[in-house]
């Protein structure tokens, strides 16, 4: 098999659509770590850059990468210069010779991209093959007052989705959304609380859970209250009317978000359904971990660009409970995705991609508009 004959790295940022993430009165930042100097919650998303990874083989194939946010262009590029010269079929892709965290996940995307395409394999394949050809997913907003939130739902169903997801925090008035969009929409209308563990405890949450309970669209909360409290999460569990489900962000290991927490959480009973997000190794591992106790889970974002997201869908299509709508929104929120032909969404599912390797197409005059800092590894 080739080698790795040269990288490219593309520091870009696309910003969101007009009116996507908040609304005017509720605009929150909603990047939750910490960047730079700046604390967490200070920046919004769309601000914060990523990076796009072009490897290529010696042979002229091409895999594609995208890291998450705020990786450092320099450990990007030394990363890049390390992987030079190695030949692609001496790797090990479920454990690759990267730094673990946020930084392995594009890097294990371009070098799985590649070999899939040596192959002439679609990447699902390298999970095992597909279980079905569309993914159902979730329309996504953020903080709302209660009218924008019902004109969201609204809009929404109209688009054929028949789920919406909140960003929210404790003080949002959440119990009166859900009922002015349960008026909206109707009973087959589905709701889903994500408040980032911004609920406080199990009290508040407990509160708030009955009075959406009684409504009943709500599908599950998501993090209501800290992840690290998982007795406290059991409790909340055994009282809430609501299901929970419990995110599972392995990119974001640095506040203490392991794959272990997965074990834990099924050892006390403390949720309902996973959310998980991560890399398409590291990801797999959990979902056939889930099917094995038949919990229910979807795929987590951070919002990304397409080739992320081509790469999730591959492992929803992997999963053999993957039922819940996951957060993959092709161009919902984002201005461009980067890709030549989007993802295809219809009635709010995504379809796999078609072809060798992710299925997707890097559009380069989208590149060339939304990058601000270009690097190959022959500079």
Not at 202 to 208: D, F, I, W
Not at 280 to 289: G, P, S, W, Y
Request: charged letters at 25%; proline letters at 4%; hydrophobic letters at 40%.
């Amino acid at each position: 098999m080739s080698k790795i004959a040269r990288i490219w790295l593309d520091e870009v940022v696309i910003p969101a659509r007009p009116g996507s993430i908040n609304s005017p009165e509720t605009d929150h930042a909603l990047h939750k770590l910490p960047v730079g100097a700046k604390r967490g919650w200070s920046q919004q998303f769309d601000t914060i850059a990523k990076i796009i990874i072009r490897l290529e083989l010696d042979n002229g194939i091409v895999g594609l990468g995208e890291t998450y946010r705020g990786i450092p262009m320099a450990l990007a590029q030394e990363i890049a210069q390390s992987l030079i010269g190695i030949e692609l079929g001496s790797l090990c892709l479920q454990d690759l010779p990267l730094p673990q965290g946020r930084v392995y996940d594009g890097f294990e995307c371009a070098i799985t991209d590649a070999f899939a395409r040596c192959h002439d394999l679609p990447l699902h394949a390298l999970l095992g093959g597909k279980r079905r050809d569309k993914i159902k997913t979730a329309y996504w907003t953020g903080h709302r007052t209660t009218s924008d939130a019902v004109r969201l739902a609204g809009q929404a169903q109209e688009m054929g989705y028949d789920c919406i997801k909140f960003k929210c925090k404790l003080g949002d008035p959440v119990v009166t959304w859900c009922a002015e969009i349960h008026g909206r929409c109707g009973d087959d209308f589905r709701i889903v609380l994500d408040p980032n563990e911004r609920f406080d405890d199990a009290v508040a949450a407990g509160r708030l859970a009955d009075g959406l309970a009684d409504i009943g669209n709500v599908l599950y909360l998501e993090d209501p209250i800290a992840r690290w409290d998982m007795e406290e999460w059991r409790h909340l569990r055994g009282k809430s009317r609501v299901p929970l489900a419990m995110h599972i962000s392995l990119p974001y290991v640095e506040m203490g978000q392991i794959a272990q927490d997965m074990a834990r959480a099924l050892r006390l009973g403390a949720c309902d359904y996973f959310n998980f997000n991560g890399g398409i190794f590291a990801i797999h591992r959990l979902n056939q971990t889930a099917d094995l106790f038949n919990v229910k889970y979807s795929h987590g974002s951070e919002l990304d660009f397409g080739i992320l997201e081509a790469s999730y869908v591959h492992k929803c299509a992997a999963g053999a409970l993957n039922h819940l709508p996951s957060d993959i929104f092709g161009r919902l929120i984002r201005q461009h995705d980067l890709l030549v032909h989007p993802l295809y969404f219809d009635q709010g599912w995504v379809s796999v991609p078609e072809g060798p390797g992710l299925g997707v197409e890097l559009d380069q005059d989208a590149l060339a508009h939304y990058s601000r800092f270009a690097w190959n590894s022959e500079t």
